[in-house]
């Protein structure tokens, strides 16, 4: 990925209507986290991309669809896991949606976090009605971790920093009423970009990873801050987030 790239964490780049146009559009200003929802999933987008130096694809196990996967689905997903560099979307929902397959959630999020090999797989994590538990096993885990679209509560922050994760804002989570209590309690340090377009949407439609200049300029606002400023600061965060990823120091 281009450094100078602001990085999309959390892309669903095969459910837009127009894949192929969202990426081209995208090329020369961002780098992008197409996550998926299943290791077949996986398997289709990365055909139907082809090889983009602005683009990685990850390989994903949706905690709303875990009591669908199969023993044959976590053994395709194990097998893919040393060609994959991000993980993602997995983790766990207890919300309205997902409290009855709690269980099968549990089972494959463990399944994933012994798999993904700490220094090697940065993982965009799903945590709606589960926060504790999600960020109780990737602190256990060491694993480097996005929480991506945090709507749980704020005095569970601290614990997630101190497993050493990182959250990201899309345009969705910017508008929000929550987002000044957010942006106080997130330091400046621990924050990335997503989109999670197309289900996130802004005030055009749904959100395209070549938009994120907008949640840049919300970030700012928050912080009282430059755009430029805040621009830095995402930059350097993701340099530090990727170094630590990859087990190299990072120099402060």
């Not at 780049?13 to 780098?31: K, L, M, Q």
């Not at 983790?91 to 494959?108: E, H």
């Not at 209590?181 to 802004?202: K, M, Q, S």
């Amino acid at each position: 990925m281009n450094p100078a790239h602001l990085i999309d964490t959390h892309c669903h780049i095969g459910a837009y209507g127009d894949p192929i146009s969202v990426v081209r559009a995208a090329e020369s200003t961002t780098s992008i986290v197409a996550v998926t929802e299943s290791p077949e999933e996986y398997r289709r987008l990365r055909t139907r991309l082809g090889r983009r130096d602005h683009i990685q694809v990850a390989l994903g196990l949706h905690p709303l669809r875990s009591h669908t996967f199969t023993p044959n689905d976590l053994a395709r997903f194990f097998r893919l896991v040393p060609e994959t560099t991000w993980i993602g979307e997995v983790g766990l929902d207890f919300s309205k949606q997902g409290r009855a397959t709690k269980k099968d959630q549990l089972r494959i999020f463990s399944a994933v976090l012994a798999e993904a090999q700490p220094g090697q797989h940065p993982l965009t994590v799903h945590s709606r009605g589960a926060e504790a538990d999600t960020i109780g096993f990737l602190g256990q885990s060491k694993l480097s971790a996005v929480l991506h679209w945090y709507t749980g509560p704020t005095n569970l922050i601290d614990a997630a920093l101190a497993a050493g994760l990182y959250f990201s804002y899309n345009i969705a989570m910017v508008r929000s009423k929550k987002f000044s209590e957010l942006v106080r309690a997130i330091p400046r340090d621990r924050t990335l970009l997503e989109t999670d377009g197309p289900f996130a949407r802004g005030q055009h439609g749904p959100a395209r990873p070549h938009q994120l200049e907008e949640v840049v300029s919300a970030l700012a606002l928050g912080w009282d801050v430059s755009h430029a400023d805040a621009n830095r600061s995402i930059l350097d965060n993701q340099r530090r987030f990727l170094a630590q990823t990859a087990g190299r120091p990072y120099p402060e």
